[in-house]
């Protein structure tokens, strides 16, 4: 993500405590009126955006660190269950303890949006993401679709397929520079 600041570069810090992604879950399967959407904060821990020519981004999250948000209509044990599927099934967190984002080409476009390229590390796969970044004030927003089989992630299914989590989880971005 960059700014227009001509050829001095100026790393700055990601806020973390400003900055969100979050992740939507969704159902689907013939009895997925049973099943619940989900909301997941993916806290960064930390990154740096370069405002230069040579403009750069990238951060890191620990899955660890991932939360479902508490829905109402869920119990308790319901939502320690929903978060331990994620972590363990979902996630592995102890075998993939980060995701990764490092760009790798960010081209300014019109009305104060930015393209961005760059590599995405997620359980244990790279793969290469294009952004559409909008430049809003200090504040960097964008939303992408992501399919969990790409990154090897195999979507929770019970109930031999009735009820499963949909393959494309939706992304927002919100990043604040220090």
Known sequence: L????PLVAQEKAIDTERST???HVGKSGLLSAAAHDHTINAPISSGSIRE???SHIEFTVETAKM?????????AKTQATIQMDMEEMTLE???FPEIKFRSSRIEKLAGGQWKLDGDLSLHGVTK????TVKQTGDSYTTRTVLKQ???GIKPISIGGG???VKNEVEIDFQIFAR
């Open 52 to 54: 230069s020519a040579a």
């Open 128 to 131: 290469p993401v294009s952004l």
């Open 2 to 5: 960059a700014a227009t600041l």
């Open 162 to 164: 009735m009820i499963k």
């Open 67 to 75: 939360t479902v948000k508490p829905d109402p209509k869920i119990d």
């Open 149 to 151: 089989t790409d990154f």
């Open 93 to 95: 967190t102890k075998k």
């Open 21 to 23: 992604i979050i992740i």
